[in-house]
């Protein structure tokens, strides 16, 4: 069976990586989800995938630079879709304790490694005080996030996002002892999803929103898609 997370919730419904859209996922039956943190001024983990404010709050400011209160008071609806309700950006410690996910893609963003040990040791706090260290999978592209995770919480589960396969994905997992593979769609060709599993990762593809294209990939044998509107593809899969 083909599993389904939400992508920053369910982003194609609400105002991605709010409470909101977080909410949308688990009404569409769907108990899984992948979300993007950061980490504030005052070392909060926040849940954004920006870097800055521009997109999201047509503001120049950057994460970094807020405080998580700030940030708590920041609507987030200018990308979209309509919502009619200010929505603002969560501390994960928010997210963890309002949503009961069966499995979580923490996706941390690239940073310098002083700020990765931060937010990874926080993160693993979190985790621990929730009870969700077997339900997390911490991913990320950057090869200084996945090491450092390695070294501050080896005890948390890593996953890779590739992009590009200039290099080898499958060698690159391996390389940070990975249990999953998050992979472009683009990528999802049926050899290395093959080669992915017999290295015993799990495969996820993102980010998939047309139905056609959710039941090629599940032919393929894609362990699981992450997809923004994941009502459709439970409808379109039989399944959340």
Not at 12 to 37: M, Y
Not at 40 to 64: E, F, M, P, T
């Amino acid at each position: 069976m083909t599993l389904i997370y939400g992508h920053r919730g369910a982003k194609g419904l609400a105002p991605e990586n709010t409470l909101a859209s977080f909410q949308a996922c688990l009404d569409a039956g769907v108990q899984r989800c992948e979300l993007d943190v950061r980490l504030s001024r005052d070392h909060q983990v926040v849940v954004i995938h920006d870097a800055d404010l521009k997109r999201l709050a047509g503001s120049k400011a950057r994460v970094k630079n807020q405080t998580a209160a700030e940030l708590a008071s920041t609507d987030v609806r200018h990308a979209g879709p309509s919502w009619p309700v200010p929505c603002t950006i969560p501390a994960l410690a928010e997210v963890m304790a309002a949503c009961p996910f069966e499995h979580w893609q923490i996706e941390i963003k690239s940073l310098s490694r002083k700020r990765a040990v931060i937010l990874i040791q926080a993160i693993a706090r979190l985790c621990e005080q929730f009870g969700l260290n077997d339900k997390v999978v911490l991913t990320s592209s950057s090869h200084t996030v996945l090491r450092t995770a390695m070294q501050q919480a080896p005890h948390l589960k890593r996953g890779l996002v590739a992009e590009y396969a200039w290099l080898d994905p499958v060698k690159t997992a391996q390389r940070f002892q990975c249990s999953l593979l998050a992979l472009n769609w683009s990528l999802c060709i049926e050899k290395r999803i093959l080669d992915a599993q017999n290295a015993g990762l799990h495969v996820s593809a993102w980010t998939v929103n047309d139905p056609a294209l959710m039941r090629q990939l599940v032919q393929y044998g894609v362990d699981s898609l992450i997809t923004d509107f994941p009502g459709l593809a439970s409808a379109t899969l039989g399944s959340p």
